[in-house]
């Protein structure tokens, strides 16, 4: 039998796994992680134009502590 939970950040229904995300905000995630290596410091609102990804997604990662945001650039959370 398989345990479903709501996703954390997009509200879908998933099969839990060990993560807190569905495979979709995974992707998400991973994607925003790679940019914000490459460059660190990116303002939020540049990082969502080029992204297509929307601040308040961002900002819910932020808020769940994936990322650090200071003055409007976030930050990996090390």
Same mark, same amino acid.
């Given at each position: 039998m398989v345990?479903?939970?709501i996703c954390d950040f997009c509200g879908n229904l998933y099969a839990k796994r060990?993560?807190?995300?569905c495979e979709?905000?995974?992707? #998400? *995630?991973?994607?925003?992680?790679?940019i914000?290596? #490459? *460059?660190p410091d990116t303002i939020v609102l540049d990082l969502s134009n080029?992204?297509?990804?929307s601040v308040s997604r961002i900002l819910s990662f932020v808020r769940s502590g994936y990322?650090?945001?200071?003055?409007g650039t976030i930050e990996i959370h090390k």
């Amino acid at each position: 039998m398989v345990n479903y939970r709501i996703c954390d950040f997009c509200g879908n229904l998933y099969a839990k796994r060990t993560n807190q995300m569905c495979e979709n905000c995974e992707k #998400v *995630y991973l994607k925003l992680r790679s940019i914000v290596e #490459v *460059y660190p410091d990116t303002i939020v609102l540049d990082l969502s134009n080029q992204t297509g990804i929307s601040v308040s997604r961002i900002l819910s990662f932020v808020r769940s502590g994936y990322f650090i945001m200071k003055e409007g650039t976030i930050e990996i959370h090390k």
